[in-house]
């Protein structure tokens, strides 16, 4: 779900890529569902996410997160989802994506009506914020052990 000047965004996206568009007062503005082709989730992609579940993180306790990662067991879904999270910036919404190559996500770029403008991949960063058409997210750096803010450009 996702939150903006004008809307409540909700979506419920483990079997369908589809949202509900709310005014603030409840009211149902839109729902979008868009098509998508259902794509298996490949054991490279879960091999990628435990592996990097498993690697230390600055700021982290690792010895506690190390003794849990041993009794660690992961259950993967069958396919990956249609999305993972919606994000708004009150000029487009942005569906944010796993793809089957771990080192990156899909972002697509929607208008409120559901208008695909534009389909990314980008590196596979958590999203940290949209605004004026630039994503802001956080970037390990392992060398340092620290994250860096860094800023994505999406549109003009």
């Not at 914020?129 to 999406?154: A, C, I, K, P, T």
């Amino acid at each position: 779900s996702a939150l903006d000047d004008n809307h409540i965004i909700v979506g419920d996206c483990r079997t369908e890529f589809s949202f509900k568009l709310y005014s603030h007062q409840g009211e149902l503005i839109r729902e979008i569902n868009l098509p998508f082709q259902k794509t298996r989730l490949p054991e490279s992609y879960k091999e990628a996410y435990i592996k990097r579940m498993k690697t230390p993180r600055p700021g982290r306790d690792n010895s506690y997160f190390n003794e849990i990662m041993k009794k660690a067991k992961f259950k993967f879904p069958k396919y990956l989802l249609p999305y993972r999270r919606i994000y708004s910036d009150n000029k487009y919404l942005y569906a944010y994506r796993d793809v089957p190559d771990f080192s990156r996500h899909g972002l697509w770029i929607l208008t409120y009506e559901g208008k695909i403008l534009k389909k990314l991949l980008m590196p596979n960063y958590a999203p940290f914020s949209f605004h004026h058409g630039n994503v802001y997210y956080l970037q390990e750096n392992e060398d340092e052990e620290v994250y860096e803010l860094w800023v994505h450009r999406m549109y003009p």
